[in-house]
């Protein structure tokens, strides 16, 4: 089944892609805050946190976005050959 391409169908893909960032960053920085008052290390998890969910939601991004379609592309080209 071939995939629309109109521009609704780009905005709610990258706007995926945002939420998805956005909500690995929130979520790491609360379990962060969480760890920080149980263990009384203020800024220290809530740091780790959101760097944690900053990279964990980029790379997410960056393998749909560029991994992925270069593999894809890969493949065809074995195909066609």
Same mark, same amino acid.
């Given at each position: 089944?071939?995939?629309?391409?109109?521009?609704?169908?780009?905005?709610?893909?990258? !706007?995926?892609? +945002?939420?998805?960032?956005?909500?690995?960053?929130? /979520?790491?920085?609360?379990?962060?805050?969480?760890l920080d008052s149980r263990m009384g290390t203020k800024p220290l998890f809530v740091l780790l946190g959101?760097?944690? !969910?900053?990279? +964990?939601?980029?790379?997410?991004?960056?393998?749909? /976005?560029?991994?992925?379609?270069?593999?894809?592309?890969?493949?065809?080209?074995?195909?066609?050959?």
């Open positions: 089944m071939k995939e629309p391409d109109g521009q609704a169908s780009q905005i709610g893909r990258y !706007g995926g892609y +945002g939420i998805t960032l956005g909500l690995s960053i929130a /979520l790491f920085a609360w379990l962060g805050l969480q959101t760097f944690l !969910g900053f990279g +964990g939601g980029f790379y997410r991004m960056y393998r749909d /976005l560029v991994t992925k379609p270069s593999r894809d592309a890969q493949a065809e080209d074995e195909q066609g050959a």
